[in-house]
């Protein structure tokens, strides 16, 4: 996916105007735009989206619902996909990648993802609207800087995401990992914001009504954060930084908002951590959450 061979799209094929009316009416009267602000618009197996913004730019992580749905959901957090300046998405599964195509060539929005990602059966047809994104490879989107980490999952090259505004507030997202690793683990140190895969409780998956094989492969070091190891995980990266933890990509089967908030929440409490922490649902978008200088939250 030779990046550099593709037409501009952004501050190209919009327009320097355009998008300067976008950050413009992106700014606050009150000056109080000096955050960084997250909105999931959905997360499970049934798709994920994540929407981000300052008044660096706006950006989507992983567009796993219909191009309609996406547009449906913006509306709902008070935005349109006239806002989005471009797609980054973690890997090519349905969940992540489903209305990609389709919202990059409606709204001549740019889609970055992977050589793996990008050549999943659905997003070979982005053509020109593809971007590369690699693991230790820089990047400046829309104003953000974007770091993506490899983690284990069964897809073709997924990584992880780390946005970090032109501030310093920094964003990281990770789902559809089998297991915490070290890599993973050290792009995730010093957020102030965390959305992390908390899949399944590992009893109601034994238990549960799936068959052997995808019981084995949800659990398996290539499938899907449990409860308990999202947990473990959390407390490594807990910082004085820290204002909100998501809990993300909950199993409607094999999972339940309490369990895993539960599993999540002691955590925080043993460490006297002030993270809050909230449970990203599958078929409604979250609240806005922010941070920056003006909400009492983040440095
Ligand atoms: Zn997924
Ligand atoms: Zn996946």
Not at 52 to 73: I, K, M, Q, T, Y
């Amino acid at each position: 996916m030779p990046g550099g061979q593709l037409p501009l799209f952004g501050d190209g094929a919009l327009g320097a105007a355009a998008r300067e009316s976008r950050l413009r009416s992106r700014r606050r009267p009150d000056g109080g735009d000096a955050g960084l602000r997250v909105a999931v618009l959905g997360s499970g197996s049934g798709g994920n989206s994540t929407i981000v913004e300052s008044a660096d730019g706006c950006l989507l992580l992983d567009a796993g619902f219909s191009c309609r749905e996406l547009e449906r959901r913006l509306d709902i957090v008070g935005r349109s996909a006239a806002d989005v300046d471009a797609v980054l998405l973690t890997h090519e599964h349905d969940d992540h990648s489903r209305g990609a195509c389709r919202f990059a060539r409606r709204h001549q929005v740019p889609v970055y993802g992977t050589r793996g990602t990008c050549r999943g059966p659905r997003l070979r047809e982005l053509g020109a609207f593809a971007r590369p994104l690699g693991p230790g490879v820089p990047l400046t989107v829309a104003g953000f800087r974007i770091e993506v980490f490899p983690v284990p999952h069964d897809a073709r090259e997924p990584v992880g995401i780390v946005v970090e505004s032109s501030l310093g507030y920094r964003v990281g997202l990770a789902t559809d990992l089998g297991r915490r690793t070290a890599q993973a683990w050290r792009s995730l140190r010093a957020l102030d914001i965390l959305l992390l895969e908390s899949n399944h409780d590992l009893d109601m998956l034994r238990t549960g009504p799936y068959p052997w094989r995808l019981k084995e492969r949800v659990a398996s070091a290539r499938g899907h954060l449990s409860n308990e190891e999202a947990a473990a995980g959390l407390d490594e990266l807990l910082s004085d930084r820290l204002s909100w933890v998501v809990l993300c990509h909950l199993s409607e089967t094999n999972n339940s908002p309490a369990m895993a908030s539960g599993s999540a929440q002691p955590v925080l409490d043993r460490r006297g951590s002030g993270a809050k922490l909230v449970v990203a649902e599958q078929h409604r978008p979250g609240a806005w959450l922010e941070v920056g200088p003006g909400c009492g939250a983040g440095r």
